[in-house]
């Protein structure tokens, strides 16, 4: 993964604050595309898809920590 976005570059790319995530990072060139190619659906493909499997990545690394801790109570 590459380097986590400030909260500086955030506000510049106006990202809201409950996207504010673990992969921000991908969504702000993700929205420059989208603004670029006015939300084409066809364009942006590799974009999207690096933010969407950053987020099912992410998804699943909560899931794995939720179900250990989960163990650990028991």
Known sequence: M?????QNDMS??????EYRDYCANLLIPLNKCR???FYLPWKCD?????????QYEDFKRRMKE???KMEEEE
């Open 66 to 68: 939720q179900q250990a």
């Open 35 to 37: 603004g670029e190619t």
């Open 2 to 6: 590459s380097e986590k976005a400030s």
């Open 46 to 54: 590799t974009e999207r898809h690096a933010y969407e499997k950053c």
């Open 12 to 17: 510049k790319s106006r990202i809201p604050l």
